[in-house]
Nanobody, 122 residues
Framework: QLQACGGGLVQAGGFLRLSCAAS????????IGWFRQAPGKEREFVGF????????YYSMSVKGRCTISRDNAKNTVYLQMNSLKPEDTAVYYC?????????????????WGQGTQVTVSS
């Protein structure tokens, strides 16, 4: 089970750190992805981290503003978001790809958290 949290209301230019904690399994061979979905829009890839190597990859829409990291001891992945914009407003989801692939597609991910709302005011 994945539990995402850390969302909230923030002003444009502000920051948030989202967390994704796993229970019942470890991430050691997985890729953990972050996605977001705004009202009326499709779920959009934000970035991922390959747990075994720490390799990360980001979408162009957040590159340079977001950082994904992991804490082995806590079995938790973080999404640090800086310089937030109103267009970043969405429900943010973390997901786990048990194959450890380097994918930005929704279908590649096997397990999903419940989502956490991020709202950026202008």
């Amino acid at each position: 089970q994945l539990q995402a949290c850390g969302g909230g209301l923030v002003q444009a230019g502000g920051f948030l750190r989202l967390s994704c904690a796993a229970s019942g399994r470890t991430f050691s061979t997985y890729t953990i992805g972050w996605f977001r979905q705004a009202p009326g829009k499709e779920r959009e890839f934000v970035g991922f981290i390959r747990w075994s190597t720490g390799s990360t990859y980001y979408s162009m829409s957040v590159k340079g503003r977001c950082t994904i990291s992991r804490d082995n001891a806590k079995n938790t992945v973080y999404l640090q978001m800086n310089s937030l914009k109103p267009e970043d407003t969405a429900v943010y989801y973390c997901a786990a790809d048990r194959e450890g692939s380097l994918s930005s597609t929704v279908v590649a991910y096997d397990y999903w958290g419940q989502g956490t709302q991020v709202t950026v005011s202008s």
